[in-house]
């Protein structure tokens, strides 16, 4: 559902970032509105993962420029950003092994200040329904609920976007019906760019998309736009 | 969890009765152990929790050191302004060294802190004519002294050597199980993790620094004003090695670890040279047993196995 008044949260104008001859991400001008879950897809190595990098801040662009609700953070440093309200929670799994399940989403929850962290910390880990598991080592924790741990410390940030990259991967299917429900009850409070190859789950929860190819923009638009746009067919779907 | 306090109270319970059962030779020698462990646990809240292997302490041992003594020396101050004196020099040298040092990480670190210690080291050898270089020099009587007491006797020396060892570890225990002590453990651990948490890597690394300059100035300062004497051997590699092989013999990233350590290390070094020469020999096959059987430490190996409780 998309929201009435459309706000962009998130802008890019011309933002690129070369590695060499390979143009990974080549004048990307892209608009996040507050609210919407917000799908980016595309082949493998069309950039995705590298464009949203650069809006996280794990790396700085060549050119063009990022606005988040009309302030340039082009080139602030990524904790900085964390900071202002954008969570990342990375493609691999990238949560604190050796530590208690507690201590890892604690470090998220604490970030934004230690008030009532014990009860805060709680209600991030039942958000996901990891509760009852605090104290367990994070790494003796199943892949899925790695994955959910990943989502539970994105969130604990209070993030104003949450930036999911391909949060499914790996995932059972029931895991999958349950991991698309929480993220639809995410939105409007959290706005949300999802990086997903699962073109169920996109089709599903996405009120828009913006497939990238070689790149680049190829287009953005609903579901049934993107669904039903020759271009996207050709380059991506495949029919 | 009170059976942390309970565990950390018993023990300087222990202590404290420790020099009416000890002779008066081995009370000094637990004075001196003490002192080294407040060092130890320095080195371990930069190392041990933090993850910074540094290979510099022995400067801000010896900045704390020379900041006590010298500046006791010149003002005529007694032993608690020179302490102070002391943890401030710690703190300021390890400041300084940080806001460069940790531009690098890893090896790098390991190196970049061994140069600016040597620097310190020649420093304090080139400035002979006022730290006395290789000889060093004895503190004044007035130093040594607090509230009437003379902490160049054995009693009123391990009273204040054991204060000071009990102040630097509940305010160790209470750190590591702070806010702030879970972003120094979430450094070790994944860095670009806590960065992408907001955490901003380098002022969290400095601060963890700082404390451990703080702690590592205090046991300067401790040292030269309760026996007596400031060198330039504080300076050398040899003490910025010592407190590694504390913590690692007692376990890294372990409240008790550095006094653990400390203590069986200063033990071996001392029945081992009373047997031969070549003790150094001994603190090798220690280490190799260490490495091979419990890599983690005696601490760490113990809270992994039986009592996951242990701070």
């Given at each position: 559902m998309a929201p009435l008044i459309e706000t962009p949260l998130i802008e890019t104008r011309n933002l690129t970032l070369h590695f060499g001859g390979l143009k990974?991400?080549?004048g990307v001008t892209f608009t996040l509105n507050q609210g919407e879950i917000h799908a980016l897809i595309g082949p493998n190595g069309a950039g995705k993962t590298t464009f949203v990098s650069l809006l996280s801040g794990r790396r700085m662009p060549q050119s063009g420029t990022i606005l988040l609700g009309g302030e340039d953070?082009?080139?602030?440093p990524a904790h900085v950003r964390v900071r202002k309200g954008i969570a990342y929670t990375f493609q691999i799994t990238s949560i604190f092994?050796?530590?208690s399940v507690f201590d890892n989403v604690a470090l998220a929850v604490q970030?934004?200040?230690?008030?009532?962290l014990p009860t805060r910390t709680r209600a991030a880990l039942a958000r996901v329904g990891?509760?009852?598991?605090?104290?367990?080592?994070?790494?003796?924790?199943s892949y899925g609920h790695q994955r959910l741990l990943e989502v539970a410390m994105g969130l604990a940030l209070n993030p104003r976007v949450l930036i999911l990259d391909e949060p499914t991967q790996g995932l059972a299917a029931s895991e999958i019906d349950r991991f698309t429900a929480l993220v639809e009850s995410l939105a409007p409070q959290t706005t949300i760019l999802l990086i997903e190859h699962n073109m169920e789950v996109v089709m599903d929860v996405a009120s828009r998309i913006t497939v990238l190819n070689f790149g680049a923009v190829l287009a953005t638009g609903t579901p049934a736009e993107i669904r039903a746009n020759p271009l996207v067919q050709e380059a991506y779907l495949g029919a | 969890m009170k059976k942390v306090w309970a565990l950390h109270l018993a023990l300087i319970a222990v202590l404290f009765a420790a020099q009416f059962w000890l002779s008066p030779y081995h009370t000094t020698n637990l004075a001196r152990i003490m002192v080294l462990a407040v060092f130890a646990m320095g080195y371990n809240l930069a190392f041990g929790y933090t993850g910074m292997l540094s290979l510099g302490h022995a400067l801000f041992l010896a900045a704390g050191m020379y900041s006590a003594s010298l500046l006791a020396q010149l003002w005529g101050l007694g032993a608690g302004p020179a302490l102070v004196l002391g943890i401030a020099g710690g703190g300021l040298m390890a400041a300084s060294v940080g806001l460069l040092a940790l531009r690098t990480a890893g090896v790098s670190f390991m190196i970049v802190t061994l140069m600016f210690a040597q620097a310190g080291y020649l420093a304090i050898l080139y400035f002979g004519a006022t730290t006395g270089g290789d000889e060093g020099f004895p503190l004044p009587a007035a130093t040594r002294s607090v509230f009437g007491f003379d902490l160049s006797t054995d009693t009123p020396r391990f009273i204040a050597a054991l204060t000071l060892f009990a102040a630097a570890l509940l305010i160790s225990v209470a750190l590591v199980r702070s806010p702030f002590g879970r972003t120094m453990v979430a450094m070790r651990e994944n860095e670009e993790r806590s960065r992408m948490l907001g955490y901003n890597p380098f002022t969290v690394k400095l601060a963890a620094l700082i404390l451990s300059g703080l702690y590592s100035g205090a046991a300067g300062a401790a040292y030269a004003i309760l026996f007596g004497y400031a060198g330039a051997s504080f300076a050398t590699i040899q003490y910025s090695i010592l407190p590694m092989l504390y913590v690692l013999l007692g376990g890294a990233g372990t409240t008790l670890g550095p006094f653990l350590g400390a203590l069986l290390m200063f033990a071996l070094i001392e029945t081992a040279s009373g047997l031969t020469s070549a003790y150094l020999f001994f603190v090798g096959a220690a280490l190799v047993a260490l490495v091979l059987f419990a890599p983690k430490g005696i601490l760490g190996t113990i809270r992994e196995r039986w009592v996951r409780w242990l701070p």
């Open positions: 990974a991400v080549d953070i082009t080139f602030l092994p050796r530590l970030s934004g200040g230690t008030k009532d990891l509760d009852g598991l605090e104290d367990q080592e994070a790494q003796t924790l | -």
